[in-house]
């Protein structure tokens, strides 16, 4: 078995804890070989699974790392939160190493959305495991017209409006006051950065339908994201987003779930009544 360990460039992590790692996958007849996100020469052929060493940014690091190939990938948590994370090193027996050495893991295809329509600054892939947004760059506000299969939105007049996938469902799209959604389910949030309308709400699109969207602001650019890339654009700008034509694969063990991760993580439905 070929197991990659991927951090992200600079990122500081606990090398005591990373070298037990290391130690135990090769103690179990791994090979093992590591890289960051300023290596240049990709993964191996024959890579069998990768180790994402960090938090939910290392984590989107890795996909997109990855370049569309076809690579499970865990998530270990040496960051913070790490809701996107399957494990961690700890003082324990640590035996979710031999599950995943063993293969005993679930594989769960999370959709990506895919960018189109707008020349990308180099070295940022087009596609999104959590979201893509448009956000204000001064102090007033854009009016943002979207589309849904050639279906005009009312316009928005707000901060800034985010696409995100079922997996981003728990990250930004969650602060704005989007829905929670199983992160397999095919389907894509539109949501709303602080709208100045009070009857604007987040919506949910099918996965399979095009999203265009356009914007002007007095400030004439905003800030575009992709995941955790930003950039500038210019009032006018447009942009489309679709489903991409492959998927993530996300690793999980057996013993988790996603609800187990939203009262762990997010402590949903946390009630001082319920420990009565």
């Given at each position: ?16 804890k ?30 069998n ?116 996938t ?58 575009m ?25 996300y ?13 762990d ?12």
């Amino acid at each position: 078995m070929k197991i990659a360990l991927f951090r992200r460039d600079g990122s500081h992590i606990d090398e005591n804890k990373l070298n037990y790692l290391s130690g135990r996958l090769e103690e179990l007849g791994v090979e093992v070989f590591s890289c960051t996100s300023a290596d240049s020469n990709g993964i191996p052929d024959g890579t069998n699974l990768m180790l994402s060493l960090g938090g939910d940014g290392t984590f989107l690091a890795a996909v997109d790392y990855l370049k569309g190939r076809q690579i499970p990938v865990a998530g270990i948590n040496f960051g913070r939160l790490g809701f996107l994370t399957t494990a961690k090193v700890d003082d324990g027996c640590n035996s979710w190493i031999e599950d995943l050495v063993s293969r005993r893991f679930d594989i769960e295809p999370r959709l990506l959305l895919q960018v189109s329509g707008i020349e990308l600054p180099e070295g940022i892939h087009p596609y999104c495991l959590n979201e893509f947004t448009v956000t204000r760059l001064g102090p007033s506000m854009l009016q943002i017209t979207v589309s849904i299969d050639g279906k005009a939105l009312p316009t928005y007049w707000a901060d800034g409006v985010l696409v995100a996938t079922p997996t981003g469902s728990t990250a930004y799209s969650l602060s704005v006051g989007g829905p929670i959604v199983a992160p397999t389910t095919d389907c894509l949030i539109i949501c709303p950065v602080a709208p100045h309308n009070l009857n604007v709400r987040p919506i949910v699109a099918n996965a399979g339908s095009e999203i265009k969207i356009s914007f002007t602001s007095k400030d004439k650019a905003a800030n575009m994201s992709v995941d955790n890339h930003g950039f500038q654009v210019s009032s006018g700008s447009s942009v489309s987003l679709s489903q991409a034509p492959h998927k993530a694969l996300y690793v999980t063990l057996r013993d988790m779930s996603f609800v187990d991760a939203l009262r762990d993580k997010l402590m949903w439905g946390d009630d001082i009544r319920n420990n009565k």
